[in-house]
């Protein structure tokens, strides 16, 4: 018989204040939320998110997009206060916000939180053992400190763009790394281990990610090599050094493309086979990965006269099935409506948004015990201003309404 006991969210009674805006901050507090924390968005609409009116959705108030495609994917699950930080009372409210939270979040640039008076020196007087995670560009010291940036810039300053392209093309990348993968995942569990700290020890933390610092690992090798052989890396398109065939594939069909990626020597005979030339796994031109790297003009024609001539899903399914990995190029559309492993995983939930639905990541990680999907859509602006100020922090009717008319709460 199923279980009556209603299971516990992995992070539930965890509080954090969310100052975090854009992208990369955001990402953390959802982490927190989608898994059960009360996540507290803290904004002002006399400092708009930016992403906010990124395009994407039909959400508009007076002409203007209030909940944006970034704004509406980083920020589910989560309540949304507005509160006026450049004025001294609404320094007082975030104080005590904080005051009943574990956990302070923000990625502004270096010295924003001290100057406004919320730097972890003055947080430690309301809330001795609070959790604040800053996450500033380039970190607290160093001459580029004050300098500000998004995920663009960061990867083009750790190296990255250099690196990226095909190389008869300028260098760069069309999407902000950073901002979606080393950053908010370190710092979140940075968190988590900060959390786990003062579990054992009853004291907080100050946790400094500076974002440049932690996307320089995704420079493989390239500091390395230079290093240690002086070389310096160029673009290389969709090829690496250490495989072959390592690229995209031109298949049947209009812009139709599958990626394909061979590393060893049994994936290069299973390939082989799976195209019906298994004799070609001796022959002399590819015969081992440095012969195939000599020979990878020719053995890309080879491999996109099979392709050509079939759908992208065949080749991927071709290729699966012979234990070689292959990936179709996949659309938005063909991940909203024609990928069926996404469907079965219920990857992509839907949600209110402006007068119709629209689809959200759902959560990315299983626990058997404790089930989790995101279950609410990014708040609209001061959405949860009742419960934070009247419940939470048990303002009267009067401070609330004084608050409105100072614009404390704009």
């Known amino acids: 018989m199923e279980s009556m006991i209603k299971h516990r969210m992995p992070l539930e009674g965890i509080r954090v204040a969310d100052f975090a805006w854009v992208q990369a901050g955001p990402w953390v507090g959802r982490f927190f939320a989608n898994y059960g924390a009360e996540v507290i968005r803290i904004?002002?609409?006399?400092?708009?998110?930016?992403?906010?009116?990124?395009?994407?959705?039909?959400?508009?108030?007076?002409?203007?997009?209030?909940?944006?495609?970034?704004?509406?994917?980083?920020?589910?699950?989560?309540?949304?206060?507005?509160?006026?930080?450049?004025?001294?009372?609404?320094?007082?409210?975030?104080?005590?916000?904080?005051?009943?939270?574990?956990?302070?979040?923000?990625?502004?640039?270096?010295?924003?939180?001290?100057?406004?008076?919320?730097?972890?020196?003055?947080?430690?007087?309301?809330?001795?053992?609070?959790?604040?995670?800053?996450?500033?560009?380039?970190?607290?010291?160093?001459?580029?400190?004050?300098?500000?940036?998004?995920?663009?810039?960061?990867?083009?300053?750790?190296?990255?763009?250099?690196?990226?392209?095909?190389?008869?093309?300028?260098?760069?990348?069309?999407?902000?790394?950073?901002?979606?993968?080393?950053?908010?995942?370190?710092?979140?569990?940075?968190?988590?281990?900060?959390?786990?700290?003062?579990?054992?020890t009853g004291n907080g933390q100050y946790i400094e990610l500076a974002q440049f610092e932690s996307s320089l690992g995704w420079m493989e090798t390239t500091i390395l090599d230079y290093t240690v052989n002086k070389r310096i890396r160029q673009p290389q398109g969709n090829r690496i050094s250490y495989a072959a065939p390592h690229g995209v594939y031109r298949c049947s069909g209009e812009d139709s493309w599958c990626a394909i990626c061979v590393f060893t020597e049994l994936e290069w005979e299973a390939l082989c086979t799976a195209i019906g030339k298994p004799a070609l796994a001796t022959d002399s031109r590819f015969a081992t990965l440095q012969k195939r790297k000599e020979n990878e003009d020719k053995l890309d024609k080879l491999m996109e006269n099979w392709t050509m001539y079939k759908s992208r899903w065949e080749v991927m399914h071709t290729l699966q099935q012979h234990g070689v990995a292959a990936g179709v190029v996949e659309t938005g559309e063909d991940l909203v409506t024609n990928d069926e492993n996404y469907k079965a995983h219920e990857y992509y939930i839907e949600l209110p948004y402006g007068n119709g639905q629209a689809y959200c990541e759902n959560t990315m990680l299983e626990f058997s015990d404790t089930p989790c999907k995101v279950h609410c859509a990014a708040p609209d602006m001061g959405e949860h201003n009742d419960y934070v100020y009247r419940e939470l922090l048990g303002m009267s009717e009067e401070e609330v309404i004084q608050c409105y008319i100072d614009e404390v709460f704009s």
């Not at 270096?110 to 001795?128: N, R, S, T, W």
């Not at 810039?153 to 392209?165: D, E, K, M, R, T």
């Open 43 to 200: 904004e002002s609409a006399k400092r708009l998110d930016w992403s906010r009116n990124v395009p994407g959705g039909p959400d508009l108030v007076d002409g203007k997009v209030q909940k944006g495609a970034y704004f509406v994917n980083f920020n589910c699950d989560k309540l949304g206060i507005t509160l006026n930080l450049s004025l001294p009372r609404g320094i007082e409210i975030a104080k005590k916000i904080i005051a009943i939270s574990d956990v302070v979040t923000n990625n502004f640039t270096a010295g924003f939180m001290d100057k406004v008076g919320l730097g972890y020196q003055e947080l430690i007087k309301v809330k001795p053992d609070i959790i604040m995670l800053e996450m500033p560009v380039f970190g607290n010291t160093g001459p580029r400190r004050k300098y500000g940036g998004y995920g663009t810039g960061i990867q083009s300053a750790i190296g990255l763009n250099s690196i990226s392209g095909m190389p008869d093309r300028r260098p760069g990348l069309n999407i902000a790394l950073p901002d979606m993968g080393p950053n908010p995942t370190h710092a979140t569990v940075a968190v988590l281990a900060a959390l786990h700290y003062r579990k054992q």
